[in-house]
């Protein structure tokens, strides 16, 4: 991957003294001795959060679904938001270990590993909620096509739900294989620095004993490709069958063939925020600026004005589309959506989402550290509206007025909500203490070429042939990287 | 000709390779294969694959047959089988239900001796097989957690033994000592019974008897004992009239016998291809009523104005027939006007009537009948009812002395509630004997010394005349649960006769109804034959009337002196369909059930126009503002409701809440309004609070004020027509968007899936909303005969009221008086269903019959069904509502008993082993995180087609009956095979220009279909068509 690279365009790692064995050093030192303060302070609120999240589950397991504020008319609201939601943000990890790696983008290296394990996190948070939104969880294995003594009594094929179950439990599969199959060398580089038996012992494990072999390197390069392809329809069509949950309805709002295009984009859009703020804390708790640069964050943030701006225009074809199709349900649910009691919701979801995003085109504010977290904070507000306005608004007053009714959530509805953000913070907290948060032996594989250092030797003819040659033998980039990752940490 | 073999190569070897390849392709013959007789019993030729296959299987049945326990049975066999009941069949007996003066003939069903739905009795000629609410509620009734289980003495359990010592010696010497002994009473139908009170009265010669109706008729019975010489109601016919005028009376929903009423008014109201002609129903009304709401033409005027409007009305008919006129009422309304044109036009076979309860009023009333010639016609004396017989002033005059009363004994009435000063009498029946007969916990139970406990009616003998010479009958259904004796044989008992009731019944038939009928030859035939009937028509009486309508001008002075003290604000109280006079006011179900009007449940409030919209609330929270309201020296406060159609300068607060004693705080919500009627409620104080306050209204109203852009015209929800445009063209205003319904089926509904196919039934629902009056005792019967859940006010405010069957409401028109239309919403079984292709799991489906069905135990409870429901009838188990679930709820109750939160869902007593006697086995009772709806009555359908199985016959059209369709007093429903093309329901889709399906347009294909409409509008009632529907 360590390809010819234009001197002057920016620099990927940065710091004027970074070297291969201090990037090891920057990023394993994080999983090594005591957390920091900060770490800490994250790391109990978030698991005080995620148990209230598992009261939450256990309570409405308990007493039933009647503690959601759910009714007649509304038999969605803050679940299926909420599962939607999640699922989109689950997207920007396989957008970025996949799509971006087939398409070389270089960039993709400081923060791929975080956002993978950010998809993990936030697919298992969205998993929950069609799980538990079941008003009989304990018949939940009812959906999968189970051999079974019941006749001919099978799942039906015709639901999107159905379909869901898939394509979410296959895109976990993979996103977990890749993740996974990622963080091997570097468990191996945490195991050799490893200074206890015990963590030696454990890492060792982890690493599934990986000594870095060239076969093994080999073999390794091929499974992230065969994986990056096997991920890259599944960006598509997890977020497309998540839509068909509510495409294939008759419900006037969800009726739309414009969906699919439209939750991915949105998908992308919240995930790319998601990444975002997670970044801008992790850089910040483990000192990882030189890795996570402004570079990162204005490429992030052309994504993400980029999708916002697909979604704003998803947003008034949809209105457009309303108003051309003549077709009353339609026009009103629209209307309802824009100037009925849920206005706020919406006016909540195009501020945030269609909006905002645009301050993106000012390149000031795209490098900005500040406005990037502030708006990867709107920008996730926004989706979550986003979800909500399609799914409320469009129930609560479709077709017959006699059934027309107002959502209002219980404690419990935002208890769950509040409570999966712990977990997910909760896992993400205690990836980025025991899992390198960034992934090295990738960060190491555009060292040569995207380095400030190796940059700045780049401007010395002398260095610059020098470190051009040396990387440019290894047919495979993560070769070169491997190759120093043994060599640093044998010194 | 011979056969001759042909072959082709060495004889027979081809053969026996092919028999060879056989044998090996099927192994050895076993003996399932070969027959079982063959090969074991004529042979006996067991192989060793046979020999190991038994011995395992004997081996094995023995184990287990010897080692597992089998598990303990606690149900008790009959010993001795009563041959008329097979378990799982249901037996019907006749009753009635006669609360008060209300009466219902009713069929009971029962299984395995339990009664568990009350339906109407096709029999009968009063009620003609309708039901209303309540009639079909009272079955709860029986298994009331608020029943008397014995008879108490000084609130403490007693036996009857002391109880009729005490009462019998303190009574007696009352009554040597001359002391007054009263028995107060509702109005009482029965011949026996008054037959059992005189009897009383012989053995103490100081009782009397006061009827009292606690919402009283007095004015009514009065104004015809001035007029005519008879305390009686006459005989209304709202069959005979082609033009029907109500001055307030709420005769469909609560005015004197609304089934019979909504039965006859209904059979002059049905259009067809061949009958083109509909009666005009005019109705000038304060509060907004269900009869009010299905009238062709209603007049808002305040309840001050009822009185003027009569008066006006009364003096254009006596201008018109050169009569006296009375005084002015100095009250101009252009409509009256011209129905007072209307009302002579048709004079003869019109009919006027008042809910009013002043003498004066109802004098007018029949003085305007009288002139229209409507007596003989319309209003017939031939069989007067004596279903309300309450006197005034007989229980006004009680009251005032109840310090004389030595003695009172109190049956089918709750005074302590609903008298206006009840506290008083309250306390003054601790001053004297006071015996109440109560079935349940109410109030004046509360304060007697003695209670006797009374028989619930499904578990009494009894009769009642509900019309002179109409004798029904009831008979018990269940032996008596509970330690009880019905009050007519404690009378009795206490009156030194010591025949059993039902004896002491059949005797009296003997000796009096026997020789008033001549149908029957002996006394065994009449009664066996009443029984099985329910009903008897005797002869009827001879009745000497004197009409009398000399005073007529006192009469209005009077009346109009009555409304001299209005001010500004006037209140009315009414009663709610369904509530009534709060008898019921403890049955979960009645409690439940939406009030036609304002689809609100539980409570009362009170209710104005929507003319200020200070009052309005809004309408997404469900949050009304509360207001005090001041009368007199009372003064009370309720949330407000809005109701369009109630006008300006008025507001309505109804009878039957604020219940203080019965048997869960959970039936005590609202305010009890009955301490209002002494107060002069024409000039009242309300003021807002900054209070708000939620009500459990299951439909709340929106401005529809989005009409489309350009597209289809309306939601293709209702669709209603007049008389006029009906004649002119049947098809009238059934339109789909541009096109009429029949080119809309031909040209637009196209598709390129194969449907279902329906080999054999294919069944279908008609409901003629030109029927459908809303009364919604369907709604209750549906929830009787499926088991639908109770899930209380808090949970209903939240939106999850368990019906399977509502009735939606939609006015159309002006905001201030518009038109009302009631459409019964059920599952439309759709052949192209929503919900069926989104369940991951398949649990609803569709039949090779039509009906879209649900497997609950096959449910996981996602909901996506119920989203995606177009007409949003799906009902999900948000708890456990109805203590199904695979939790045990003792399991919480008992561990959890002080952590509120932790503990189940208080279900209001639906969830006792009492109150679940009422369930009905033939359907599922639905455990909690599943979805409900209506099935059709899927277990009628089966039993039906069973049925016509035994009997080898091809099933009948109109063998299976839905419940909602046997409730209906009007016959609104129609349920039948639409295979079967001889079958009502096949004829009028197929050929009916009115039949409709709701919201058609997006292709649901729904099973329930729709009449449209017709009102018989006359050009002043400025018509407007439904594209203008403003809101619901």
Known sequence: MSTYESPIREALIKGEDTNYSKIT????????????????????????????????????????????????????????????????????????????????????????????AMTIFAVICAGLFPIFHMGR?????????????????????????????????????????????????????????????????????????????????????????????????????????????????????????????????????????????????????????????????????????????????????????????????????????????YKWAYISMMTCNVISPQVFWFKKIRRSVFYSFLLSIFVNIGMWFERFVIIVTSLHRDFLPSSWNYFTPTWVDAGLYVGTIGIFFTLFLLFARTFPVIAIAEVKSIFSSSAETAKSKMSDPQDFSDVHSHSHDSGHGAHAAVHHDKNFNEQ | MKETKYWKGLPGTEDQIANQTDNNEFGEITPELSGITESISTTANTGRRDFLKMLGFSVTAATIAASCKMPVKKSIPYVFKPEEIIPGMANYYSSAYVNGGDFVSVLVKTREGRPILAEGNKMSTITQGGMHAQAVASVLNLYSLGRFQKPMIDGKASTWKAVDTKVSTELAAISGAGGRIVILTGTIISPTTKKAIADFKTKYPTAEHIQYDAISYSGLLDANQKTFGLRAIPNYRFDAASLILSFGADFMGTWISPVEFAADYIKNRKVSPEVTTMSRHIQVESMTTLTGSNADKKIPVKPSDEVNAVINVYNAIATKAGQATVVNSGFSNKDLDAVAEELWAARGKSLVVSGSNNTDVQCLINGINNMLGNYGTTILWDRPSYQKQGDDKAVASLVANMGSVKAILMAECNPVYSLADGAKFGEALGKTLSIYFGERKNETADKSKVVAATNHYLENWGDAEPKAGIIATQQPTISRLFDTRSYQESLLVWAGINTPYDEYMRANWDSTIMPMQTKYNTSLLLWDNTIHDGEIICNAPVLTITPNFADMAACATSAKNSIASRGAIELKLYEKVGIGNGSNTDNPWLLELPDPLTKCTWENYLVTGVSDEKFFHNPDHKEFKIAQVTVGSKSFKLPVYCLPGVPAGMFAVAYGFGRTVSANKEFQYGVNVYNLLKENTLNVKVELTNEVAPLGCTQIHHLLTHKGLGGYKTRHIIKETTLDAYKKDQASENVIG??????????????????????????????????????????????????????????????????????????????????????????????????????????TNHSTEGINQMAYNRCIGTRYCANNCPYKVRRFNWYDYADADSFDKKYYTENFENIKELKGLDTIGMQEPLTRMLINPDVTVRSRGVIEKCSMCAQRVQAGKLEAKRAGEVLKDGAIRTACQNACPTNAIQFGDYNNKESVVAKLVDHDERIFGVIEEIHTLPNVLYMTKVRNKQKIDDFSFPENLLFS
């Open chain 1, 137 to 341: 969880v304990w018949m939940a294995f009812f959906i999968f096509p189970y051999p079974n003594t019941r006749g001919p009594l099978w799942v039906n094929f015709n639901s999107p739900l159905l379909w869901d179950v898939f394509a979410i439990s296959t895109y976990f599969t993979v996103s977990l294989l890749f993740w996974y199959s990622g963080l091997m060398p570097d468990f191996a580089t945490i195991r050799d620095r490893a200074k206890t038996a015990r963590r030696k012992m454990i890492y060792n494990i982890l690493s599934f004993g990986w000594v870095g072999t060239a076969k093994q390197w080999q073999r390794f390069e091929s499974l992230s490709l065969v994986l990056a392809g096997l991920s890259t329809p599944l960006v598509l069509s997890v977020h497309t069958i998540v839509s068909f949950d509510f495409a294939t309805s008759v419900v006037p709002g969800w009726h739309t063939t414009i969906f699919p295009p439209y939750f991915v984009a949105g998908a992308i859009f919240s995930g790319f925020a998601m990444v975002q703020t997670l970044m801008l804390i992790t850089r910040k708790i483990f000192n990882l600026q030189n890795y996570i640069t402004t570079a990162h964050l204005e490429s992030m943030n052309k994504v993400i004005v980029l999708t916002g701006s697909i979604v704003g225009v998803a947003y008034i074809t949809e209105l457009v589309i309303a108003w051309y199709s003549g077709y009353l349900y339609e026009q009103y649910a629209f209307y309802n959506r824009a100037l009925g009691p």
């Open chain 2, 738 to 843: 541009e096109h009429s319904r029949k080119d809309w089926i031909k040209e637009e509904l196209v598709t390129l899936y194969p449907g279902h196919t329906y080999p054999g039934h294919h069944w279908k629902m008609v409901i003629d909303l030109n029927s459908c009056i809303g009364c919604a005792a369907c709604v209750v019967a549906c929830t009787a005969e499926n088991n639908v859940s109770v899930v209380g006010r808090d949970q209903v405010i939240r939106a999850r009221e368990m019906h399977w069957l509502r009735i939606d409401k939609y006015y159309t028109g002006d905001q201030n008086n518009p038109q009302v239309t009631f459409q019964p919403m059920l599952c439309q079984h759709c052949d192209n269903a929503p919900c069926e292709n989104v369940c991951p799991v398949a649990a």
């Open chain 1, 25 to 116: 050093d920057d990023i394993v030192r994080n999983t090594e001795g005591t957390p920091p303060m900060a770490w800490m302070i994250a790391f109990a609120l978030a698991s005080a959060t995620a148990l209230f999240g598992v009261f939450c589950l256990f309570y409405t397991v308990w007493k039933g679904i009647g503690v959601w504020g759910l009714n007649k008319t509304v038999d969605w609201a803050w679940d299926i938001t909420n599962f939607v939601w999640w699922i989109g943000i689950g997207h920007a990890g396989t957008l970025i270990s996949a799509v971006l790696l087939l398409f070389r983008q270089k960039w993709r290296t400081g923060i791929n590993r975080a956002a993978e």
